[in-house]
């Protein structure tokens, strides 16, 4: 910031969601600020609320159980379904979190990687201010997405799938993958590995080491090993699915899988980059389904299919 001083004046300064704090340099700076929220609308209603909300009531999320939270402009839920880190109030995290709304409504704008046509009620709810803490003023909402990597860029993996998928009919695979991070534990994946044989149908999964059960927050981050298939999979699993299916270790071109005639239903944990990643694939020139359901698990289902 003391070179901002000395030298040649920025026009604007556009700011990371968790680099919010910056907004109150710029402003003393005379620079506008702009902070740019790389998730889903739905997600920044809640943080904008989250002071709200604290006010509401003296217990933890954690602790309300199936007590219903409502915030403008998205789906009522249950408290024990809301973000880890918003879970306990005397979180560091937690606290941190509860100190971005300002910031967030002190800039200039807010820039989300979403379209409004997506998400209509969370944007126009935060546009209006339904949102916005008493006190606070409301600062525009710029919906730029959908934002996602034209390619992988350093990634160098195999794409074996890609001419795999050329090989099966229009629509008649499912793609299974769920991010990044591991979700599942051993038995889980295994389970939906019985599940996927069961239904006889054409299958790409991407699958993961199993989750680490471990406190220690940075270690959760550390890069997992190769998933062990044989250890992992059902005995004959693999023999037993040749042909009509795929299991891929770790990583797939997603974007690209997605792209392909071949994957005819895309089976996600509904992270942000794959909901977007689907509306930028063929997906979208063909029949676009979005059907919002109430589940068993009190979760919103984001239901895709291509048209055969």
């Not at 769920?178 to 590995?193: D, H, I, K, V, Y």
Request: aromatic share 8%.
């Amino acid at each position: 910031m003391d070179n901002l001083k000395s030298g040649a004046s920025p026009a604007i300064l556009v700011v990371d969601f968790f680099c919010s704090v910056t907004v109150d340099v710029a402003t003393e700076l005379g620079i506008p600020a702009y902070c740019f929220f790389i998730c889903c609308a739905e997600t920044l209603a809640i943080f904008l609320y989250l002071p709200v909300l604290h006010a509401q009531s003296t217990a933890s999320f954690r602790d309300m159980g199936a007590e219903i939270v409502r915030v403008p402009g998205i789906p009522s839920f249950p408290a024990m379904h809301c973000f880890k880190p918003l879970m306990d109030r005397h979180d560091v995290a937690y606290r941190a979190f509860l100190r971005v709304s300002p910031y967030l409504c002190r800039s200039q704008g807010i820039i989300v990687n979403t379209f409004r046509s997506l998400e209509p009620r969370p944007a126009d709810a935060i546009s209006v201010g339904l949102c916005t803490p008493p006190g606070l003023p409301t600062p525009p909402v710029y919906c730029i997405g959908p934002l996602i990597k034209a390619e992988e860029v350093g990634v160098k993996r195999s794409r074996e799938c890609l001419a795999w998928l050329d090989t099966h009919p229009k629509a008649s695979v499912v793609f299974l993958c769920f991010g990044s991070r591991s979700l599942f534990s051993a038995n889980q994946t295994r389970e939906l590995a019985i599940g996927l044989e069961a239904s006889g149908k054409r299958f790409l999964w991407v699958v993961r080491s199993p989750r680490r059960d471990i406190n220690d927050p940075v270690k959760k981050l550390d890069k997992l090993p190769e998933p062990d298939l044989d250890a992992l999979l059902p005995e004959g699993f693999l023999e037993r699915t040749k042909g009509t299916g795929l299991v891929v270790k770790s990583w797939a071109p997603q974007r690209d899988v997605l792209a392909q005639d071949a994957v005819g239903a895309f089976v996600t944990h509904c992270g942000w980059n794959s909901v977007l990643e689907t509306c930028t694939s063929t997906f979208l020139h063909q029949q676009f389904i979005r059907n919002t359901c109430e589940a068993s698990v009190g979760a919103e289902i984001l239901l895709v299919q291509k048209s055969c």
